[in-house]
């Protein structure tokens, strides 16, 4: 089964499952928006998209009360197209171990979302991050998604893999394969067997090529639409990885693994 | 025509040929390399081609020879193929005028080449550029390619801009199209007809089709491989632009036209 391993919801909703329709892909796993960038006609309203996002992330709007409502609407396009989406259900940085706790059993258990993210830590705040791995622990182990393309670091990265170090019963995804640290995440990893690596945001072949032949099962075929198309990033995979079977792998069976689907 | 508007040296050179075979493109415009990394099997090995590379951009290797022998190399490859390859050739960064423009009439316009690149100033280096401008003026408004992906910040960017503007003759290829500030590069360009856009390392296909839409006349498909596969490249143009005179213009038009192929 092909399964995009990441994307967030796009409007309208026909539009994203007619791009999945193209692109062959048979179940999303979907996340939560906070903007709609898919909807800019032109680079300054696809501006104004961003600087709502970038007020969410930076506290300037109410990252609760954004999340909640993403939260409510990802709900109901799960539920419209339950053979085609798997939810992941987002939570707001700095929480509490208790309020993870609260927030995991309230928004995300009881909406039978299979994980947590996209987490975005800002620059030298991955160590935030720890309560939420105690708490899903306590939840159960639930997978966490992690962005780490720019603003991370290195330094961020090694902060957040000591996180999946110290809690190895938690799959971690590391979004975006690290971004222009990919080379270093790869090495980083070698050793902690609960670490994904998300193969979107592809700004060289090179780097999903090393990672799908050093870990054919642990590497995760995602989109991340709107932002990129789910076509065009299946169809890099498969220009890039010669191994067919390995190739059905990445492009779903690691995740229905990883999930149990 | 299909124009590849930027890629390396590859070797061994049979590879390259074939790899713009499977992607229908007729001419590439090829660029010198100090490294090799195609050639490396694993990730030790990658790491060690990118080590040799940030020692020759450091100054820890000598970049003026290491960029003669690249010439060198780069004459002959395209000797071997004349009707497949135009040169552009690489200079070392920091050269006053008058260097600059002994090193252009002996290594450049000697060996018959077009333009001038990949430049890769680091972080807070691009006002270095400025003796280069003056002297590809003084040589025939030769185009510069430069590298505006990671170390370079928004900030640098702006000042590379200030050059175009300045140097109103000279066609600057912003390499990569300014990477994570893309959108910034996308606004900043409006009033700098000499300024094209390179469309490689795309992370996310949102910045190439915006740039297009934008820019049709201004746009350059391009590869950069090694670093990427030129049919990955192509065919996420092709699936973004659904304009075909559009996307047959950034294909290679363009580039023709700016290069007088």
């Given at each position: 089964m092909i399964i995009d391993s990441h994307a967030h919801v796009m409007l309208p909703q026909e539009r994203q499952i007619e791009m999945m329709k193209q692109a062959g892909i048979e179940r999303t796993i979907l996340f939560a928006t906070?903007?709609?960038?898919?909807?800019?006609?032109d680079i300054d309203e696809f501006a104004t998209e961003l600087k709502n996002l970038y007020d969410i992330l930076n506290g300037r709007k109410n990252p609760v009360q954004e999340r909640i409502a993403s939260t409510t609407e990802l709900v109901q396009i799960v539920k419209n197209n339950p053979e085609k989406y798997i939810g992941f259900g987002p939570i707001p940085l700095g929480l509490s171990y208790d309020e993870n706790l609260e927030w995991i059993e309230r928004y995300i258990l009881a909406n039978h979302f299979k994980g947590i993210g996209e987490l975005a830590p800002g620059?030298?705040?991955?160590?935030?991050l720890e309560p939420l791995f105690q708490a899903s622990h306590e939840a159960g182990d639930l997978p966490l998604w992690v962005h780490t393309f720019f603003p991370l670091s290195f330094a961020d990265i090694k902060v957040l893999l000591g996180l999946a170090a110290k809690y190895p019963a938690i799959p971690l995804i590391v979004g975006h394969l690290g971004g222009v640290n990919w080379l270093d995440t790869l090495k980083a990893v070698r050793e902690l067997p609960n670490v994904y690596l998300d193969l979107s945001?592809?700004?060289?072949?090179v780097a999903p090529a090393f990672a799908i032949q050093e870990y054919p099962e642990r590497t995760l075929f995602s989109s991340d639409a709107p932002y990129a198309s789910p076509l065009v990033a299946r169809s890099i995979l498969e220009q890039i990885v010669p191994d067919k079977q390995v190739l059905q792998e990445v492009l779903g069976g690691n995740i229905a693994r990883l999930l149990n689907l």
């Amino acid at each position: 089964m092909i399964i995009d391993s990441h994307a967030h919801v796009m409007l309208p909703q026909e539009r994203q499952i007619e791009m999945m329709k193209q692109a062959g892909i048979e179940r999303t796993i979907l996340f939560a928006t906070t903007i709609h960038p898919e909807t800019a006609r032109d680079i300054d309203e696809f501006a104004t998209e961003l600087k709502n996002l970038y007020d969410i992330l930076n506290g300037r709007k109410n990252p609760v009360q954004e999340r909640i409502a993403s939260t409510t609407e990802l709900v109901q396009i799960v539920k419209n197209n339950p053979e085609k989406y798997i939810g992941f259900g987002p939570i707001p940085l700095g929480l509490s171990y208790d309020e993870n706790l609260e927030w995991i059993e309230r928004y995300i258990l009881a909406n039978h979302f299979k994980g947590i993210g996209e987490l975005a830590p800002g620059t030298g705040q991955a160590g935030k991050l720890e309560p939420l791995f105690q708490a899903s622990h306590e939840a159960g182990d639930l997978p966490l998604w992690v962005h780490t393309f720019f603003p991370l670091s290195f330094a961020d990265i090694k902060v957040l893999l000591g996180l999946a170090a110290k809690y190895p019963a938690i799959p971690l995804i590391v979004g975006h394969l690290g971004g222009v640290n990919w080379l270093d995440t790869l090495k980083a990893v070698r050793e902690l067997p609960n670490v994904y690596l998300d193969l979107s945001a592809t700004f060289t072949t090179v780097a999903p090529a090393f990672a799908i032949q050093e870990y054919p099962e642990r590497t995760l075929f995602s989109s991340d639409a709107p932002y990129a198309s789910p076509l065009v990033a299946r169809s890099i995979l498969e220009q890039i990885v010669p191994d067919k079977q390995v190739l059905q792998e990445v492009l779903g069976g690691n995740i229905a693994r990883l999930l149990n689907l």
